[in-house]
């Protein structure tokens, strides 16, 4: 008999509460013992603890929307210098193969990951942005530690070592080098998701020559440094998502009161991580629809 396909689990199949405890797990608020005697007062029988751990990390095969090798796109790994940072950044550059023919200068935009650095999902991400006709960059903030390695638990473990005075450097060398790539139109906007959302809401309160920043449910900057936002900003929050929602507003009304050029989106339904359709917490509806209003307000602010 053929192997059946795999199904892919939602958010539906767990209850709130493991949602809640994966989100501090993942987040580094909880160990993973921690997570696993929490989560085995809500297993059903026949369920273990470390399935439903097993179950809900990420299957990177559900996520792979853009072949590495698309005819139509031009990938590989670059690096470039960070003098103020770890010395050196690299990352996955992705771009329309008629950018290395054509002439055309493109819009630029620099990908962000979550906490886990440069994953496949990520680099997915970046080709999509490519196929749309933008020249996509993503860094991997592990690489001063030797890069991603293939294993989330130990990439979260690695990234919490990490000098983030540092690695805030590494982004900003990137951004600033990214502007002057001669493919380019010298136009840059930054996403990102998680810790990248974070990020991007960073970089445009230190980029003034940044034009446009989207986060997906990331720390919001902080208010001194609202003022210093020119960027405009498109703001993508899940509904159930109590750590980062808890800044959102306040975040909202500083914008607001500054005059910026900023909106945010929060979605029904939605766990932290919805964008991301490598695990359960991806909502299609609502990932698709943050990322068509993503596309446009790049569209609208890099061409």
């Not at 290395?100 to 906490?115: F, Q």
């Not at 690695?167 to 002057?180: H, Y």
């Not at 991580?273 to 890099?302: S, V």
């Amino acid at each position: 008999m053929a192997d059946q396909p795999k199904t892919r689990k939602t958010a539906a199949d767990f209850s709130p509460q493991t949602l809640k405890l994966f989100d501090q797990y993942v987040h580094g608020d909880i160990s993973r013992r921690d997570f696993l005697s929490g989560v085995a007062r809500y297993a059903v029988a026949g369920v273990t603890a470390l399935s439903i751990l097993e179950a809900l990390q990420p299957d990177y095969a559900f996520g792979q929307q853009i072949s590495p090798d698309d005819p139509a796109l031009s990938c590989r790994y670059l690096e470039l210098p960070s003098p103020a940072g770890y010395g050196t950044v690299r990352g996955y550059l992705a771009q329309p193969k008629a950018a290395d023919k054509d002439g055309a200068k493109r819009p630029l935009v620099l990908v962000v990951h979550e906490n886990r650095g440069l994953n496949p999902h990520i680099e997915d991400v970046t080709r999509r942005l490519a196929l749309e006709g933008f020249i996509a960059f993503a860094p991997d903030a592990l690489f001063p530690l030797g890069g991603y390695p293939g294993d989330e638990d130990k990439a979260r473990g690695m990234f919490g070592t990490l000098d983030q005075d540092k690695t805030k450097q590494d982004f900003i060398a990137v951004a600033k080098a990214m502007q002057s790539w001669p493919q380019g139109n010298g136009k840059l906007g930054v996403t990102g998701f998680c810790y990248g959302g974070g990020m991007a809401n960073y970089l445009a309160t230190q980029l003034p020559e940044l034009k446009a920043a989207v986060p997906f449910y990331g720390r919001q900057a902080d208010a001194d440094q609202v003022a210093a936002i020119q960027a405009p900003l498109l703001i993508h929050y899940a509904e159930q998502d109590e750590r980062v929602n808890a800044g959102a507003a306040a975040y909202d009304a500083a914008l607001k009161a500054a005059g910026k050029n900023a909106v945010s989106y929060t979605y029904p339904d939605t766990q932290h991580g919805f964008h991301n359709d490598t695990t359960p917490r991806y909502h299609q509806a609502a990932a698709e629809l943050a990322w068509q209003r993503t596309l446009a307000f790049f569209k609208q602010h890099l061409s």
